[in-house]
């Protein structure tokens, strides 16, 4: 069966924000592309649907988010943003906490009432663990930012029902994502530009899809024509897993799944939160959505919960996270160095790269490879 029927310039392997941007683009330049997906939605782990007029994010919260101008005003072409600012609660066996970490949280937490209040208890907290020098695990990371009591309640079950292994088996860096403020600021990201598609994510990836110079085929698995299609077509931008494209011939990186589980209610406000966090160890979920919440946006006398569950990856699941410890970052570069013998195949996205990115970094990749590949 021949693939490149059309004279494709292009591949694109995975219908995600990497893969699309790139085919948008090309499409502006006068370069045709075939885009596969081996799921049946387009727009990858951004995905959404509309259901009792509520726009529901398939794979989990996806709130855009950045500071970068050009990549903000880029994907407003497509769509128009709500300014939905993210205000997480954390539910720590029944108690209420604020996310971020900010003075909401110190009080909730202590009782203090001024910035000097909390950072001496943090300080007192730190130095009763004996933590001195440059943190050596998460652990060790998140005690010292924010103290012992916020790290036993608000970050270690949560942290590691999310990674499937001990806060002390986890590097230091993936804590530094999270905001510490000593202000009353609820806002979790710290971005200029910030919000969620007054449409939902699915609209967005159409939009780029408008063009003649591009089709897209779901329930399409490259690996069942690898060859043909290597064969066939000049070029391939591959934003699947880079270590199942090279066979694990080097053995197989680690991932972090997720599984959801959605209920409809009769109700028109359940939670009273778009988010809500369970920081215990006991819960097996880390949160749940409500997706009214985010856009205000619904059917009357209805509302859409969903759970997340953390779980282990197998090659059944959907890989979500990278575990970007050491053992799987020395792993990774051998596939790097690789995959750079292959000059007619881009590697991208965040499992092409094996790199926990979010929505905004995976455009200014995609931009930033556009440009090198048209030589701008």
């Known amino acids: 069966m021949k693939h490149n029927t059309k004279n494709y310039d292009y591949l694109i392997v995975g219908a995600g924000p990497y893969g699309s941007v790139f085919a948008f683009e090309a499409a502006k330049r006068g370069k045709r592309s075939l885009i596969i997906e081996r799921r049946s939605t387009i727009g990858g782990n951004m995905a959404s649907h509309k259901e009792h007029g509520i726009n529901v994010h398939d794979f989990g919260a996806h709130i855009f988010h950045t500071d970068n101008k050009e990549v903000w005003e880029y994907i407003n072409q497509f769509t128009e943003f709500n300014g939905y600012i993210n205000q997480v609660v954390a539910d720590y066996k029944g108690e209420r906490y604020n996310l971020p970490f900010n003075m909401n949280t110190f009080y909730q937490m202590w009782g203090v009432k001024t910035p000097e209040e909390a950072h001496e208890k943090i300080i007192t907290q730190k130095e009763s663990a004996n933590i001195t020098g440059i943190p050596k695990n998460l652990e060790e990371q998140a005690i010292s930012l924010i103290g012992t009591d916020i790290y036993s309640r608000l970050i270690k079950g949560y942290t590691e029902k999310q990674w499937g292994r001990k806060a002390i088996d986890l590097p230091p860096f993936i804590i530094r994502r999270l905001p510490v403020r000593f202000t009353y600021d609820n806002n979790y990201f710290n971005h200029r530009y910030q919000g969620i598609p007054v449409d939902g994510y699915t609209p967005i990836f159409e939009k780029m899809y408008e063009s003649d110079l591009i089709d897209v085929k779901l329930n399409t698995d490259f690996f069942e024509s690898k060859d043909a299609y290597l064969t066939e077509f000049p070029k391939i931008i591959y934003t699947g897993m880079i270590d199942q494209f090279f066979d694990y011939k080097f053995g197989e990186l680690e991932y972090?799944?997720?599984?959801?589980?959605?209920?409809?209610?009769?109700?028109?406000?359940?939670?009273?939160?778009?988010?809500?966090?369970?920081?215990?160890?006991?819960?097996?979920?880390?949160?749940?959505?409500?997706?009214?919440?985010?856009?205000?946006?619904?059917d009357d006398g209805y509302t859409i919960l969903t759970k997340e569950y953390p779980q282990d990856w197998d090659k059944?699941?959907?890989?979500?996270?990278?575990?970007?410890?050491?053992?799987?970052?020395?792993?990774?570069?051998?596939?790097?160095?690789?995959?750079?013998?292959?000059?007619?195949?881009?590697?991208?996205?965040?499992?092409?790269?094996?790199?926990?990115?979010?929505?905004?970094?995976?455009i200014s990749l995609a931009l930033k490879a556009v440009k090198k590949e048209f030589g701008e």
Not at 271 to 297: C, L
Not at 328 to 339: D, I, Q, T
């Open 316 to 362: 059944t699941k959907e890989a979500y996270y990278p575990i970007n410890d050491e053992k799987n970052s020395s792993l990774f570069k051998k596939y790097k160095k690789e995959s750079r013998k292959f000059e007619n195949i881009l590697f991208g996205g965040r499992l092409g790269n094996y790199q926990y990115y979010d929505m905004d970094q995976v």
């Open 256 to 298: 972090r799944s997720v599984r959801f589980e959605s209920e409809t209610f009769e109700s028109n406000n359940k939670q009273g939160s778009a988010v809500i966090n369970y920081t215990d160890s006991e819960t097996p979920y880390t949160r749940i959505m409500e997706w009214r919440h985010f856009d205000k946006k619904a």
